[in-house]
């Protein structure tokens, strides 16, 4: 007889310990519980009511061990396919169904997944800073954290600015840097190509000389260039041995990685804002790309990441989840059991969450010696804590958006 685990209920939960998050929480006759990531930075409660509105009532009554069948009946029954609402919202009931399993079987997820293939996952943090004394601090103190691999961000001078910068001397050291911003008023930042692009060769050129060879540097460009000018940024980084280069160009357009990639062997990696295998599909079958960005929680959950980062798999290209304080910690825990199970795990992102996000999410990962590790508690090993979650409410919080210095609105 096989065992049937029917589904009693289905809560969305939404909190904001010092950021938004929307975790969906599924329970079974039997009171057994699930969680999952759907939180979509700045457009959160699109989801939440995608899920509550039009998902929950679906569930109640289905069998929570049917993971696949409930993935192409929730992404074939809405007819409305792909893109980051419906993906999350996949992805958060996902997630959830295999918890469940998990804690059904007595066994973390990772081991449903085939068991590790790793003792850990190779993680990386970020650094950043105002200038380069500033940026050298915020390095030095991910480096005594014991990781090995740092994602470098520094203002450009004569910018006022730059991609994803918080000053380490202004937070004391402590890396603490938000995309999403709760001013309530959208937040216009300047950029400048030309400067941009003349100043990128000079940070890894510090870096080699500060830091040595060994360490391994990334570096997010954010969408901002044109596919020449990403070329040409990429050749001119050879010399400085950069782990990855992020989001070089907007990749809609999945042809343009082609021109990109006749021009240099620095190594690329795509799909923060991508969201299912059919996204990427140039870039993986043309090999246009090394490692894939796409997030567990925007990309339809562990059983659709699976799906993609296999199909990588077939073509030398690695994952390299994606990992930002707006990934919940039910999401990152998601994220490293897949990297833990995959043979063709790349780099797992970590940008710590902040310690109140932990009061609302027990979770059982383990950072050491710059590696991640899931933990071995069954299922995803992340609680949530309702007392907690209560304290903090729903704040309306905006991604800035980027303009050139005619005032031209341009990637963010
Ligand atoms: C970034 C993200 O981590 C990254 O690589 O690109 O922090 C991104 O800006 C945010 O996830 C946007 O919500
Ligand atoms: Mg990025």
């Known amino acids: 007889m096989t065992a049937v685990a029917r589904i009693r209920s289905a809560e969305v939960l939404v909190t904001s310990p010092s950021r938004n998050f929307v975790t969906l929480r599924i329970t079974t006759d039997d009171g057994v519980v699930g969680l999952g990531d759907a939180t979509l930075n700045g457009r959160e409660l699109a989801v939440a009511s995608y899920l509550r509105d039009h998902v929950v009532p679906l569930l109640i009554g289905r069998d929570a061990h049917r993971i696949e069948d409930t993935w192409q009946f929730l992404y074939r029954s809405a007819y409305w396919r792909r893109g980051p609402i419906t993906m999350s919202a996949v992805a958060a009931v996902d997630m959830a169904l295999w918890d469940i399993k998990g804690r059904l079987a007595g066994m973390p997820v990772h081991q449903l997944l085939g068991g590790a293939s790793r003792d850990g996952c190779l993680a990386y943090a970020h650094a950043s800073g105002a200038d380069l004394e500033d940026l050298g601090d915020s390095v030095r103190a991910r480096l005594d954290e014991g990781y090995r691999a740092i994602r470098l961000q520094v203002a450009v001078p004569g910018m006022g600015g730059g991609y994803g910068i918080a000053s380490a001397r202004a937070s004391g050291g402590r890396y603490t840097y938000e995309p999403a911003k709760r001013a309530g008023l959208h937040i216009e930042e300047g950029w400048d190509s030309r400067r941009y692009l003349r100043y990128a060769p000079e940070l890894f050129e510090w870096a080699r000389a500060e830091f040595g060879p060994e360490v391994m540097l990334l570096h997010d460009v954010h969408h901002r260039l044109t596919p020449i000018e990403a070329a040409r940024l990429g050749r001119a980084l050879e010399p400085y041995d950069l782990f990855w280069l992020e989001d070089c160009t907007p990749a809609e357009n999945q042809e343009s990685l082609r021109l990109v990639r ?9 799909g923060e804002v991508l ?5 990427f599909r140039t870039l993986i079958q043309e090999q246009l790309i090394d490692y894939v960005r796409a997030s567990v929680t925007h990309t339809g959950g562990i ?6 980062f ?5 073509y030398q290209i690695k994952s390299g989840s994606h990992g930002p304080t707006d990934i919940s910690p039910v999401g ?4 490293l059991h897949v990297g ?4 063709n795990f790349g780099i797992q992102e970590h940008m710590a969450h902040h310690e109140l996000t932990h009061e609302v999410f027990r979770t059982s990962y383990r950072f050491a010696d710059g590696f991640l590790h899931p933990g071995d508690a069954p299922g995803l090993g992340v609680d949530y804590d309702d007392a907690a979650a209560e304290r903090f409410s729903y704040e309306p919080a905006f991604l ?6 005619d005032g031209t609105v341009h990637d963010w």
Do not use: C, E, Y
């Open 262 to 270: 006749r021009h240099t062997t620095t190594p690329l990696a795509i």
């Open 275 to 279: 969201n299912s295998v059919w996204d």
């Open 303 to 308: 059983t659709h990441l699976k799906r993609l």
């Open 310 to 314: 296999d199909f990588a798999g077939q």
């Open 332 to 335: 990152m825990s998601a994220a």
């Open 340 to 343: 833990l199970a995959i043979h």
């Open 400 to 405: 800035p958006a980027a303009r050139l210095v």
